[in-house]
Structures are given as C-alpha cells and as structure tokens.
C-alpha cells in the first residue's frame, strides 16, 4: 500500500506564513511521537517533495484503526501548489464564483472525463500565475467578474493551499487526528486521497 497517500492541504494560510506554520506543527507532531526527524523517502511518490519525515513511535494514534500495514514517510509540503486527489488527475471538475455564486463546470460528469478546454483554460492559467506568485484572477463566465483564484471555492476534489501534510503508505487517518491537526494549522482544510 505504499502508493496510497492522504493528505491535508490548508486552504487558507498565506504563503507567507506557510513555512513558519508548519514548521510549529512538525514540532508538535515530532514531541507527540507521530513524527520524527528522520528523513524518509521509501514508497513516497508525492508531486510537491522528495522526502519526508518517517513516522513516529507512536503514529498509529493518529488512524481509524489498528494498523494492518504502513507506515511510509510523510512529506511536510509549503509553498503554492494546485493538489488533487484520487488517482493522478490535473483538472478541477467545477469552481464556484465568490461574487454571484455560479459554478463554472469545466469537466461534465458523467458524460465526460477530460476538462471542457475552453472553460478550463483561462482557470488553469489562473492558477500558474497565482503558483508563479502573482494574484492569479478568474473571470466568472455568469457575472464576468475577475476573482483571485483563492477565493474561488473549488469543487472537491481539488484545492489550492500553501501548507500541506502528505501521508505515504498510513492506513486511513482518523477523523479526530484530523480534525486535531486542522485545529493546529488553524485554517480550513481539505483532505485528499488518493493512489499514485
Ligand atoms: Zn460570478
């Protein structure tokens, strides 16, 4: 189970404080024993990091259940990154306006798999200019209002963040760890899973 990932992205902190914010929850992962120091890499495949920590002595709090295999490493990723779930997928399937609410569709399921490109494109753009550092505004199709990406609620599950734990190989996390290390980033979150 080694390509098996979850992971939790802050939506909300700054790229500022990113790399100070997640450094304060390392050290609190690192003295509750669910982390250590210890760079790891070993069934790691994460498109953000090239290595992680290796898990503590006592990670298998932080899960559902008695672990039946893992842990891998767990990559501590800063810095603005687009992140999607499930298995390999580039695209967001929907975004929804901060102004007038509208949600812009850009993949149709069912009937489709691949992003309406048209649609698509502007966003995608939007979304290299706001990693590349810059504001990164998308113009609404509805009310042809521009918004920064960041204010766009994108459909799930797809999600732009500035700090996020990546968990290689851990069998399902618990609600509670989760919600737990939500409580600490201090923002909104979005979980993902998902096969590399
Ligand atoms: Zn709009």
Redesign the pocket.
């Given at each position: 189970m080694g390509d098996y990932f979850e992971r939790v992205v802050d939506i909300e902190a700054t790229a500022e404080e990113a790399g100070p914010l997640a450094a304060r929850v390392l050290d609190r992962l690192v003295a509750e024993g669910i982390l250590t120091r210890e760079p790891d890499r070993e069934g790691m495949y994460s498109l953000y990091a090239d290595e992680g920590f290796a898990a503590g002595p006592e990670w298998a709090r932080a899960l559902q259940t008695e672990p039946g295999w893992g842990p891998g490493p767990v990559a501590v990723i800063t810095g603005r990154h687009h992140f999607v779930g499930g298995q390999g997928e580039d695209d967001a399937e929907y975004a929804v306006?901060p102004?007038?609410a509208?949600r812009t569709t850009f993949i149709d399921y069912p009937n489709s798999f691949e992003p309406d490109e048209r649609t698509w494109a502007p966003f995608r753009s939007a979304v290299e200019a706001w990693e590349a550092g810059g504001t990164g505004e998308a113009t609404?199709p509805?009310?042809a209002?521009p918004s920064p990406v960041t204010d766009w609620q994108w459909g799930d599950p797809y999600a732009l963040g500035t700090v996020c734990f990546e968990f290689w190989g851990w069998p399902p996390l618990s609600d509670a760890f989760v919600a737990d290390l939500t409580a600490r980033l201090g923002h909104r979150t979005v979980r993902h899973m998902g096969k590399f």
């Amino acid at each position: 189970m080694g390509d098996y990932f979850e992971r939790v992205v802050d939506i909300e902190a700054t790229a500022e404080e990113a790399g100070p914010l997640a450094a304060r929850v390392l050290d609190r992962l690192v003295a509750e024993g669910i982390l250590t120091r210890e760079p790891d890499r070993e069934g790691m495949y994460s498109l953000y990091a090239d290595e992680g920590f290796a898990a503590g002595p006592e990670w298998a709090r932080a899960l559902q259940t008695e672990p039946g295999w893992g842990p891998g490493p767990v990559a501590v990723i800063t810095g603005r990154h687009h992140f999607v779930g499930g298995q390999g997928e580039d695209d967001a399937e929907y975004a929804v306006c901060p102004r007038c609410a509208a949600r812009t569709t850009f993949i149709d399921y069912p009937n489709s798999f691949e992003p309406d490109e048209r649609t698509w494109a502007p966003f995608r753009s939007a979304v290299e200019a706001w990693e590349a550092g810059g504001t990164g505004e998308a113009t609404c199709p509805a009310c042809a209002t521009p918004s920064p990406v960041t204010d766009w609620q994108w459909g799930d599950p797809y999600a732009l963040g500035t700090v996020c734990f990546e968990f290689w190989g851990w069998p399902p996390l618990s609600d509670a760890f989760v919600a737990d290390l939500t409580a600490r980033l201090g923002h909104r979150t979005v979980r993902h899973m998902g096969k590399f």
